[in-house]
């Protein structure tokens, strides 16, 4: 069976381990970028991704930023998890009402898996 591969954009190295070694571990084919000009690089090489997993403030462009980028070239075929360990309910609010899912950092990978699952069932 083909593993899903999803790419994880976050300027925290410890988030991508954390995250990457989890979601192989979940069977997941994990993919890592630590801002948004190497995110942009991975997904247009990578047709074959089909979920990115984007912290929501980073240094330069924000995850919202590489969201609206891959929405506009990628026709809205790519699902979106937006994070963040800095989110009031209103940032929450903000991103859930554009369409997307939020978790809160730090993660709980057992939350995260089901949000996965959820999002790649739609």
């Given at each position: 069976?083909?593993?899903?591969?999803?790419?994880i954009?976050d300027?925290?190295?410890?988030?991508?381990?954390?995250?990457?070694?989890?979601?192989?571990?979940?069977?997941?084919d994990?993919?890592?970028a630590?801002?948004?000009?190497?995110?942009?690089k991975?997904?247009?090489?990578?047709?074959?991704?089909?979920?990115?997993?984007?912290?929501?403030?980073?240094?330069?462009?924000s995850g919202?930023?590489?969201v609206?980028?891959?929405?506009?070239?990628?026709?809205?075929k790519?699902?979106f998890i937006?994070m963040?360990?800095?989110?009031?309910?209103?940032?929450?609010?903000?991103v859930i009402?554009?369409?997307?899912?939020?978790?809160?950092?730090?993660?709980d990978i057992?939350?995260?898996?089901e949000?996965i699952?959820?999002?790649?069932?739609?």
């Amino acid at each position: 069976m083909k593993r899903i591969k999803m790419l994880i954009v976050d300027d925290e190295p410890f988030i991508l381990e954390e995250a990457s070694e989890a979601l192989e571990f979940e069977g997941y084919d994990p993919i890592t970028a630590s801002n948004v000009t190497d995110a942009l690089k991975i997904v247009r090489n990578n047709p074959d991704i089909a979920l990115i997993l984007t912290d929501l403030k980073m240094p330069g462009q924000s995850g919202l930023d590489l969201v609206e980028i891959l929405k506009e070239e990628f026709n809205n075929k790519l699902c979106f998890i937006v994070m963040s360990g800095h989110g009031s309910s209103d940032v929450e609010d903000s991103v859930i009402k554009q369409g997307f899912a939020f978790i809160r950092k730090p993660l709980d990978i057992d939350e995260l898996t089901e949000i996965i699952k959820l999002r790649l069932e739609n």
